[in-house]
């Protein structure tokens, strides 16, 4: 796997704090070699990233949102393994909510800006199993949750 911190620097991201739960919940549990993340939902350094795709944001801005999603994950990864995020072997799959109206149908396109990111900066090791789906609303009205499933060396 490539060095992750590096490649990061590369792409010039910067990863979020970890995000505390916001109710009655951890953000991630280990079980053997699996790390189970929670849902991270879409926030920038503005705040969060609120709108429903096909009515008020695009494609392009949905994935921008799962961009940030995917930023969260792995800043909740990294926590889970005290900082080095050396131990990350693999993205084992995401799962990616969609806050859209009943019509759009472009949920996998939105997802893909979590996706494509993780490809980018875990390169093979990044390529996962997947799900998109649409939902009529999310917790305080963000475009975007995806939750992943990470395999620890």
Same mark, same amino acid.
């Given at each position: 796997?490539?060095?992750?911190?590096?490649?990061?620097?590369?792409?010039?991201?910067?990863?979020?704090?970890?995000?505390?739960?916001?109710?009655?919940?951890?953000?991630? #549990?280990?079980?053997?070699?699996?790390?189970?993340? &929670?849902?991270?939902?879409?926030? /920038? !350094?503005?705040?969060? *990233?609120? =709108?429903?795709?096909?009515?008020?944001?695009?494609?392009?801005?949905?994935?921008?949102?799962?961009?940030?999603?995917?930023?969260?994950?792995?800043?909740?990864?990294?926590?889970?393994?005290?900082?080095?995020?050396?131990?990350?072997?693999? #993205?084992?799959?995401?799962?990616?909510?969609?806050? &859209?109206?009943?019509?759009?149908? /472009? !949920?996998?396109?939105? *997802?893909? =800006?979590?996706?494509?990111?993780?490809?980018?900066?875990?390169?093979?090791?990044?390529?996962?199993?997947?799900?998109?789906?649409?939902?009529?609303?999310?917790?305080?009205?963000?475009?975007?949750?995806?939750?992943?499933?990470?395999?620890?060396?």
């Amino acid at each position: 796997m490539t060095d992750i911190t590096a490649r990061l620097e590369e792409l010039g991201l910067t990863l979020p704090d970890a995000p505390a739960p916001a109710a009655n919940y951890v953000p991630y #549990v280990q079980s053997g070699a699996m790390l189970y993340v &929670s849902g991270q939902i879409s926030m /920038d !350094q503005n705040g969060l *990233i609120t =709108g429903k795709l096909g009515d008020s944001l695009d494609v392009e801005a949905g994935a921008k949102a799962a961009q940030r999603c995917a930023l969260a994950l792995i800043a909740q990864a990294k926590a889970a393994c005290g900082g080095d995020l050396s131990k990350l072997k693999r #993205v084992v799959k995401l799962v990616g909510f969609v806050n &859209s109206t009943p019509e759009f149908t /472009d !949920q996998p396109k939105v *997802i893909n =800006g979590a996706s494509d990111l993780m490809v980018a900066i875990f390169g093979n090791a990044g390529k996962h199993a997947r799900s998109a789906v649409s939902a009529a609303s999310l917790p305080m009205g963000v475009a975007v949750e995806i939750e992943a499933i990470f395999e620890l060396a």
